[in-house]
């Protein structure tokens, strides 16, 4: 896959692709959960129409036969029922034998637990790279607490600098950015996210936009396996 578009109804959270290890009902069926330990993901965006073209001569691998599924995480927010569309087109090589694997990495922290009444709370993972990074995109994904996200690197943690940064964060305009950078291997990196929690409860990790996440996916070459560096663990 060279190049991914995809367009959106304005009840769609985000949507993701994958290619799956073992075979998925064809069709549409419901979800309940994000992410399945047989699911490889190929491509992910948040609200709104995005497109990704790849870098010339990259592209997410495929094999023959391999089955793709496409999810989409949908929330209508407003007090009316929301009929509207959404759907993703594909650009193949014509020569797949001659493109670079590309795929994702990420940054994340799944032990959210942001305090009541609280502003500037901060959550981050940080690690070594044990591979080179060679990006063309970066996908930031909060919600509505979210107030900045940033990816800071450096030799060592006290010489880190901030790379990338979305602030502020706006939970309607979940965009992806492209950007053409390296990252060497060895490198020491460390995302953050930074909250304001004006509600009268705790909020925790969750799928619901009432929920927090805090992710930071990048689209690189070339691709080997999924990774990165994950703070917590997942629990559907």
């Not at 991914?4 to 949507?15: A, D, I, N």
């Not at 399945?36 to 036969?65: C, E, R, S």
């Not at 029922?81 to 990420?106: E, R």
Request: aromatic content about 12%; some cysteine; charged content about 20%.
């Amino acid at each position: 896959i060279t190049k991914v578009e995809s367009f959106q109804g304005v009840e769609v959270h985000h949507l993701a692709a994958f290619k799956t290890l073992l075979p998925e009902p064809d069709g549409f069926s419901e979800c309940p959960v994000i992410i399945k330990n047989t699911w490889i993901p190929v491509y992910a965006n948040g609200t709104g129409n995005h497109a990704m073209p790849l870098p010339p001569g990259a592209g997410f691998p495929l094999k023959q036969d391999e089955q793709l599924l496409v999810q989409l995480h949908l929330l209508n927010s407003s007090e009316v029922d929301v009929d509207a569309s959404t759907y993703v087109n594909f650009t193949f090589a014509k020569d797949a034998s001659s493109v670079t694997p590309a795929g994702i990495w990420a940054w994340g922290n799944f032990d959210v637990d942001i305090p009541a009444k609280t502003k500037g709370y901060r959550l981050q993972s940080e690690c070594m790279l044990e591979k080179k990074l060679n990006i063309f995109g970066f996908f930031p994904h909060m919600h509505n607490l979210g107030r900045s996200l940033q990816l800071e690197v450096g030799d060592r943690a006290e010489s880190a600098k901030v790379i990338y940064k979305r602030d502020p964060w706006v939970f309607g305009d979940q965009r992806i950015d492209e950007m053409s950078l390296t990252l060497e291997l060895g490198a020491f990196t460390r995302m953050s996210c930074l909250f304001d929690n004006d509600l009268d409860h705790n909020v925790k990790f969750g799928e619901s936009s009432n929920n927090e996440m805090c992710i930071l996916t990048v689209f690189y070459t070339p691709f080997e396996r999924l990774d990165g560096c994950i703070v917590g663990d997942y629990i559907p």
